[in-house]
């Protein structure tokens, strides 16, 4: 039998590994973390510079105690990392009277009584000249909202994981797990390694590692694409746009940032196709672009100048759009911290922290109800 080696080994070390890996080596455990390219990369779900955090949920008032815990936790990442992790710009979440995202955000914000404002069209187009909503929109506005640095973010919790003494292997794909005395035995292309727990945080690839269980996500590409302001550049300055999610059809979704140095940063929220992770199409076709255009001409119409950059990414998403964070429903000795539907990151810190505390076998944070995995199987 091979003596133990580690406590944990951590599957996948994107933004939901690379935090648990810190979380668990910060509490003393003995940590193997593995991922198939070298993090933080462009190959997954966590690359493209910014994400948004915001706090007023539309999705589920559920998640506001969860995004208080991560702001706390990137704050504290910030101390220990010295690095600047997160620009507060506040928020913008546009829609008309009826959209998920206007009356889900102002439900949120009502709810968890946090500081916000109702603002008309008209009031938004004033107060923010860069954005042009039409008048039957309206938008609640959130100081604490603002932009991430992913890359950065999972930087800083691998290089103080490693500090503290976390192994990581990189370009090394695990092909296979299996539970053996009382732990699990993980087997990579490289060697075979054993631990009393696993955590799978394998983002895009999360149905293929867990492939026993055949969950019923779906993975989706994204592009992010990048312009020059045509005119009124100093409108996109980060002092002047908060970040702004729209829901400018019904169902419809873009979002988009302030220009901090790359260009405007804008991205429709789902719309994509669906897709395989080994065989994503990163090529962006011209009338993709042009659908952009037409949107940013509407809402955004000083963003639509030249294109500077795109970028393709995945959501994996499940059929209710909440997480999975939880024990493996057969395997005790695995937790699964993974399908953030495309609206995770900022929620990174706090899910580390999560999966950590199962794993340890305390009692976590926040409630993680709404993201077991018994009502997906
Ligand atoms: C375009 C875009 C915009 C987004 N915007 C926002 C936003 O504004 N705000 C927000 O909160 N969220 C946003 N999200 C969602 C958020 O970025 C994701 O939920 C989050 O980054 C997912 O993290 P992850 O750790 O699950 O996946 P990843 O960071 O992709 O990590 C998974 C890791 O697992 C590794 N892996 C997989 N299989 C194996 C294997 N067999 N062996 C070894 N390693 C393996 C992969 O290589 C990868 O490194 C956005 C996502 C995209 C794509």
């Known amino acids: 039998m091979t003596p133990t080696q580690y406590d944990v080994i951590v599957v ?8 648990t890996a810190w979380h668990l080596v910060k509490n003393g455990q003995r940590v193997l973390g593995v991922d198939q390219y070298v993090c933080p990369h462009r190959f997954g779900s966590s690359h493209g510079q910014t994400r948004i955090i915001r706090e007023a949920y539309f999705e589920h008032p559920a998640y506001v105690p969860l995004v208080q815990r991560a702001y706390q936790l990137w704050s504290d990442l910030e101390q220990a990392s010295g690095l600047q992790l997160l620009t507060q710009t506040g928020g913008l979440m546009i829609g008309r009277p009826e959209s998920i995202v206007f009356s889900g955000a ?13 603002l008309s069209g008209e009031e938004v187009r004033q107060k ?11 938008a609640v506005w959130e100081p604490r ?64 590692v867990l492939d026993g269980l055949n969950l019923p996500l779906q993975v989706e590409r994204q592009v992010q694409f990048w312009f020059e302001p045509k005119s009124e550049h100093t409108l996109f300055q980060a002092n002047r746009l908060p970040v702004h999610l729209w829901e400018y059809e019904p169902g419809r979704f873009f979002y988009g940032f302030p220009d901090l140095g790359n260009g405007v940063k804008v991205a429709a929220h789902h719309q994509g196709v669906t897709s395989d992770p080994d ?19 509407r809402f955004v119409p000083h963003a639509n100048g030249p294109l500077r950059s795109t970028a393709v990414c995945m959501y994996t998403n499940t059929p209710d759009g909440h997480f999975i964070l939880d024990r493996h429903p057969h395997y005790a000795e695995v937790l699964i911290g993974s399908p953030c539907s495309g609206h995770g990151f900022k929620f990174a810190s706090a899910i580390g922290e999560a999966l950590a505390d199962l794993a340890l076998g305390r009692k976590p944070h926040c409630n993680l109800d709404l993201f077991k995995i018994g009502r997906l199987i």
């Not at 996948?12 to 935090?19: K, R, V």
């Not at 968890?112 to 109702?118: E, F, I, S, Y």
């Open 106 to 118: 102002k439900a949120s914000a009502e709810e968890h009584h946090l500081p916000h404002q109702v």
């Open 128 to 138: 923010f000249p860069g954005l042009t909503p039409p008048w039957d929109m309206k």
């Open 145 to 208: 909202a603002g932009v991430l640095y992913p890359e950065l973010c999972i930087q800083a919790h691998l290089e103080l994981a490693q500090k503290a003494g976390a192994q990581f292997h990189f370009e090394e794909a695990v092909q296979q797990w299996e539970p053996e005395d009382g732990g699990v035995r993980i087997r990579t292309e490289r060697a075979s390694y054993w631990a009393r727990q696993a955590v799978i945080c394998a983002g895009a690839w999360a149905r293929e």
């Open 279 to 297: 065989q994503l199409d990163r090529n962006v076709k011209p009338e993709e672009i042009e659908q952009m255009r037409q949107i940013l001409q």
């Open 12 to 19: 996948g070390l994107g933004a939901m590994g690379s935090a």
